[in-house]
């Protein structure tokens, strides 16, 4: 019932968020841009090449950081776990920072490679440093994500306070996570990574429900601990790290998303991936409209809005019932 | 199966016993002493004192070791009363901040029983950063005014988070956490925003705050750790063994004849008195809230909440950190905060690679 409003929700959404900004498109204009278009029209531009793309991210990021928020809980056990655990937003964040202070790149898509290549390499640092191939538990992939994802932080900081303003002031915008100014050059990276991913996550549904168990009763199930981590941490870094290359690292959809899914469908992981997903989508999607109709002039950035708007909902949500326990 | 399930078996096989040390009785008391943790605290004691010597020798100037305690009280060549006038809130601020701040872990670890517990968790620290971010951007304030801020933002923080998690009277640690994380959100979310809205030169400013820093610290903004410190500290000594039941559960914890729900109030009351006087003193300090408790939990291999050994490793490791900065000649600024940061994760990193067990 709830995933139906969920569905209409986004479905509403998607024209909203390409009518809506600082400036306003009508409906008209919107269907003349695919179908007559012309390059001379500034609205159909935009149309084109900002609205329409930084729409489809939204709900593409929105549904990679919300499954992949369910698979790092339900790999932890921890309902605190959230995908930037596994050290790939720090290996971004660190990255992009080192972008900017270093080789002083301006373009934006410098910055998506930057992203990709940190978020890139700190997964594989976690991946090899967690002795996932070793067969070892979910406890030390995590622990060693944290401990690379603090490494990298600290790194990032003295980094970006021995450098000078200028840098200062363009790392910090990427920092809060933004859509603005996400073009078509990014949703075929972007949108692979992470249909891919969700592919993956739905191989590995059957098996994550086992091993919610812990290992010794998911071994006894039949499933392979070994092998759903190393799949399972793969997909979370890919999607995370997909995610946070295209917009800066958002950290709160991951954490509170699979929390609200498993309030409406359970815990069966078959349905509550998608769940997830979709409702995570709506969240990211509703905070970019909301963040550029909040400010007359501007916009405020999605991974503000995100806390703003869903901080509250999750609040109350929390107050009202009892959270399914994992 | 493979190598880890056999591994597992035989750890299994030997169980180590639930209440490690031996009981002193006496006739109207008994006292569980545990060798190992007073070893333990004994060699951090030592540590903490070696560095705190360290601390206060090293520098532009080097003070001798002998004319350290004559120059406290102001005898001695006057350019090393100076010096140890500038280093003595220094080191006084490392050694409380870091105790409380390793107190503060445990008491929150305990409480929501959850590792990934700690004052950072359940939005103190952001909370604590609010409001000095306010003042700095906003109000273009001074040291002790972003204090103050920063204390009421912290402790503000935690109360709200406490009124919105009580349900019947009950908190439950389970959704104490999940508003903490919500109000932490928001919160963080405010600050960004003020960050990214404000002039580049404030939020510069803001920046350093956040970075965690003991450079310039003077008495005014020291004292008020000090002294929270001093009688904090004993409140939750007093309170660990009670916590220690709690952490069974509240079902339990009343069977034994302790109720859960005031020892929890108070737990967080002085967990989170701690944490915003630390925080409120020399910013944001990543890690040290939630390693100390672990590390030293392991080496003194204790069970339930102990809090001298995680009061005396925080101290450790904050002054440590805070040494080895300074004794690093560079020309980078290294913002204390995230040095422990850099050290504690490099420590973890390697403890990781280091162990076949975890």
């Known amino acids: 019932m709830w995933l139906v409003v969920a569905a209409v929700v986004l479905v509403a959404l998607l024209p909203v968020s390409v009518l809506v900004g600082e400036v306003p498109i009508t409906a008209q204009q919107a269907w003349d841009a695919y179908f007559h278009f012309d390059p001379l029209v500034t609205e159909h531009l935009l149309v084109r090449n900002v609205r329409v793309p930084r729409t489809i991210i939204a709900v593409i990021v929105g549904a990679a950081l919300g499954a992949s928020g369910v698979i790092i809980q339900a790999l932890t056990r921890n309902p605190l776990a959230e995908p930037g655990l596994l050290g790939v937003n720090a290996g971004a964040t660190f990255a992009v920072a080192c972008g900017i202070a270093i080789f002083q790149y301006q373009a934006l898509t410098a910055g998506l490679v930057f992203g990709f290549l940190g978020s890139g390499l700190a997964g594989a640092a976690v991946y090899l440093l967690g002795g996932v191939r070793q067969g070892a538990g979910p406890v030390r992939l995590v622990l060693a994500g944290s ?180 | ?229 001093i009688i904090v500290v004993p409140i939750t000594i007093l309170l660990a063994r009670r916590a220690t039941l709690v952490e069974m559960g509240d079902d339990i914890a009343s069977q034994l004849g302790v109720r859960a729900e005031p020892t929890r109030r108070w737990l967080i009351f002085c967990g989170v008195a701690l944490a915003a006087l630390a925080t409120a003193a020399v910013g944001p300090i990543a890690f040290i809230a939630l390693s100390a408790p672990q590390i030293a939990r392991r080496l003194s291999q204790a069970r339930g909440l102990s809090i001298v050994p995680a009061a005396l490793m925080g101290s450790c490791l904050l002054l440590g950190a805070d040494v080895v900065s300074q004794a690093i000649p560079t020309a980078t600024t290294l913002p204390i905060g995230q040095v422990t940061g850099l050290i504690g994760g490099i420590y973890l990193a390697w403890l990781l690679t280091r162990s076949k067990q975890l």
Not at chain 1, 264 to 290: E, F, M, Q, S, Y
Not at chain 2, 21 to 39: E, I
Not at chain 2, 77 to 91: F, N, S, T
């Open chain 1, 147 to 326: 401990a690379l994802s603090v490494v990298l932080l600290a790194a990032t900081r003295i980094v970006i306070i021995n450098s000078d303003e200028q840098v200062f002031n363009r790392f910090r915008s990427w920092t809060v996570g933004s859509l603005e100014g996400r073009g078509p050059d990014l949703l075929l990276p972007t949108g692979l990574a992470v249909l891919a991913g969700l592919l993956i996550c739905f191989a590995l549904a059957n098996s994550l429900d086992a091993s919610a168990l812990g290992a010794d009763l998911s071994r006894s199930l039949g499933a392979h601990p070994g092998r759903v981590l190393s799949a399972a941490a793969l997909v979370v870094m890919l999607m995370c790290g997909a995610a946070t290359a295209a917009v800066g690292p958002i950290s709160f959809v991951g954490l509170t998303a699979p929390h609200l899914g498993r309030q409406i469908v359970g815990l069966n992981h078959r349905k509550l991936i998608p769940a997830t997903a979709l409702l995570a989508a709506v969240i990211v999607l509703a905070a970019d409209i909301a963040g550029r109709l909040v400010v007359s002039s501007g916009e405020i950035s999605v991974g503000i809005m995100i806390g703003f708007i869903g901080a509250p909902v999750f609040i109350g949500i929390v107050r009202r019932r009892k959270l399914a326990q994992l």
């Open chain 2, 1 to 229: 199966m493979n190598r880890a399930t056999t591994r597992e078996a035989s750890s299994g096989s030997q169980p180590s016993p639930i209440v490690t040390g031996r009981v002193l009785r006496g006739r109207n008391f008994s006292l569980l002493v545990q060798p190992r943790a007073l070893l333990v605290i004994g060699i951090l004691l030592a540590v903490a004192v070696l560095l705190a010597l360290i601390g206060l020798t090293q520098g532009k100037v080097a003070v001798p070791l002998g004319d350290i305690i004559p120059a406290i009280f102001g005898n001695g060549e006057r350019k090393h009363v100076l010096a140890l006038g500038l280093r003595m809130p220094r080191v006084v601020a490392a050694l409380t901040a870091g105790a409380a701040l390793g107190v503060s872990g445990a008491v929150f670890q305990s409480v929501s029983n959850n590792a990934l517990g700690s004052p950072d968790v359940i939005g103190l620290t952001t909370g604590a950063a609010s409001g000095a971010i306010t003042q700095i951007v906003l109000f273009d304030a001074g040291p002790v005014q972003v204090m103050l801020a920063a204390l009421a933002g912290g402790v503000g923080t935690a109360l709200a988070i406490y009124l919105l998690s009580l349900k019947g009277g009950v908190t439950g640690g389970y959704r104490l956490v999940l508003i903490g994380l919500g109000v932490g959100a928001l919160l963080g979310s405010y600050n960004s925003l003020l960050m990214v809205r404000g002039q580049v030169e404030q939020a510069v400013s803001a920046n350093i705050w956040i970075a965690g820093s003991l450079d310039g610290r003077q008495w005014t903004q020291v004292l008020p750790v000090l002294i929270g410190t």
